[in-house]
């Protein structure tokens, strides 16, 4: 990649992908600042497989653009050099050896660091000359990262890394990268459906549902603009805050809110902290409702 000096590892400015008539993404917009961890989170089908193979160069955008370090994603040596990539299901050859890897991975990677591989997995206790087959999936999974790992890779995008491991596994795999991360200037996004062991190592997140971005920003500042608010019965749009979600009884609302000025905020509302998890299961029931809303009309 020529553009290393920018801010932001990957930005992306109406990025849109169409099969057929079905949009899979749609007027993406994102920004990941370099070094960063970011959660990419949603329901299945939300564009999250596809805005990773995208920024891969495994996919093309239909519009839009997408960058990872100011450069257009495509399948070329050199781009691929700064690009870590492990997909669900942790792709590895089953007959090959941690041993095989090492050898291999010296002639198809530019920057590759046997030593950094072979100390992390034998930090790990794993036997090198054990088919990875024969491995169980937390092993495997850590053989997957440890060898994107050794790419020494700028950007290092995953998908579903931990969906099938159990939480012994997963906690093991996400310790591995939050330490990969603190001893490198690696940039991670990576997309899970199991949230709170996210919010452990993510210092961003991006909530995507039905093929759009519903919102992507700094965990910590998420959690300070988003409430649930608690109070009388109210009605109607409000300037101090936009409704994510809201159920109402005859004499009580119950809503989470993004507030846009606490100082405004009218008195009488109870005013309580939300989770990471809150908020995205809020702006995912939202985008549902919107979704559902469009086809009853259509």
Not at 103 to 129: C, K, Q, S, Y
Not at 137 to 161: C, M, N, T, Y
Not at 168 to 197: I, K, P, Y
Request: net charge negative; with cysteine.
């Amino acid at each position: 990649m020529s553009n290393t000096n920018t801010a932001e590892a990957v930005q992306a400015k109406g990025l849109s992908k169409r099969y057929g008539k079905f949009w899979a993404l749609k007027d993406c917009d994102i920004d990941v600042p370099v070094g960063s961890i970011t959660a990419l989170v949603g329901p299945n089908g939300a564009g999250k497989s596809t805005l990773l193979q995208i920024l891969t160069g495994l996919n093309a955008p239909s519009a839009g653009v997408g960058r990872a370090f100011g450069e257009q994603p495509t399948q070329s040596p050199e781009f691929l050099s700064e690009i870590g990539f492990l997909a669900q299901g942790i792709p590895l050859y089953k007959q090959f050896t941690i041993k095989d890897y090492l050898v291999m991975g010296a002639h198809v990677n530019e920057h590759w660091d046997r030593e950094l591989m072979e100390a992390r997995l034998a930090d790990l206790h794993i036997p090198f000359d054990r088919p990875v087959g024969k491995m169980s999936g937390g092993q495997r999974a850590q053989v997957g990262l440890a060898i994107a790992l050794a790419k020494r890779p700028k950007l290092l995008l995953l998908d579903e890394p931990v969906a099938a491991l159990d939480p012994l596994a997963r906690r093991d795999f996400l310790s591995s990268l939050a330490d990969a991360v603190v001893e490198t200037d690696l940039t991670v996004v990576m997309s899970s459906h199991l949230l709170a062991d996210l919010e452990i190592i993510c210092d961003r997140v991006i909530i995507m549902a039905s093929g759009q971005v519903q919102l992507s920003d700094d965990i910590e500042h998420v959690l300070e603009t988003h409430k649930r608010l608690i109070g009388s019965r109210q009605t109607g749009k409000n300037a101090a805050y936009d409704v994510i979600q809201e159920v109402h009884t005859p004499r009580q609302s119950t809503i989470l809110a993004r507030i846009k000025d606490m100082k405004s905020l009218a008195s009488g509302w109870h005013v309580h902290d939300v989770t990471i998890e809150d908020v995205v299961l809020a702006y995912m029931e939202r985008a549902n409702e919107s979704t559902n809303g469009k086809e009853e009309v259509s």
